[in-house]
């Protein structure tokens, strides 16, 4: 009886972890993300990996002509910036390559500041990771709510924006979502993903 037991035991156990899924190991990989603050010029590139490596990184123009190139030694990341100042506006390319892969971030550069600025960038080879990133020329507080496909709000906040603001969102379980971003003087700004 004692044996009956044990194995019925071990059967819903089995059964149990095979229902939920287990966690599977993930593989050794990088994040990139880059930033820019209020507008400017400044791009910053934040680099995190496992493992030490080489990487590449290379800064393309709109018509994929590298403008600039490094060769950096990561430990386990880092964090860089990159001064457009005097490039000209248009959409730039900055190109991170390590033994993983290749990764490609679009940015825009434009002349001038921005009132308020804000973007919704996946984490590279981070499952369901976002970063939202907001720069404001003036202190002010935002409402950030966001949304699943069927427009239920799955989340709400208030976040204080002096300069810039960056935060990493983890969305599980949502195939398709929508940030929505409010100001004090009813600036909306719905970012889909």
């Not at 059964?15 to 993300?33: E, Q």
């Not at 709109?62 to 386990?76: D, P, R, V």
Request: hydrophobic fraction near 35%.
């Amino acid at each position: 009886m004692r044996k009956i037991c044990v194995v019925l035991a071990g059967v819903l156990f089995c059964t149990l972890v095979s229902a939920n899924g287990a966690d599977k190991p993930v593989p050794a990989s990088s994040s990139v993300v880059v930033t820019n603050s209020n507008g400017s010029s400044l791009f910053k590139l934040y680099y995190r990996s496992v493992k030490p490596q080489k990487v590449k990184v290379s800064l393309l123009d709109e018509t994929g002509t590298a403008i600039y190139s490094e060769t950096l030694k990561s430990n386990n990341g880092f964090v860089r910036p990159y001064n457009l100042e005097n490039m000209a506006k248009g959409e730039y390319t900055i190109q991170v390559e390590d033994e993983n892969g290749k990764t490609v971030e679009k940015v825009n550069y434009s002349v001038g500041k921005v009132e308020k600025w804000i973007k919704v960038t996946k984490v590279t080879n981070e499952l369901n990771k976002f970063v939202l990133t907001i720069a404001s020329d003036k202190k002010t507080d935002v409402t950030i709510k966001i949304f699943d496909s069927e427009s239920n709000e799955v989340y709400s906040g208030t976040e204080e924006v002096n300069g810039t603001f960056a935060k990493v969102y983890t969305l599980n379980n949502l195939d398709s979502f929508s940030f929505e971003v409010t100001d004090g003087k009813g600036l909306v700004k719905t970012i889909k993903y």
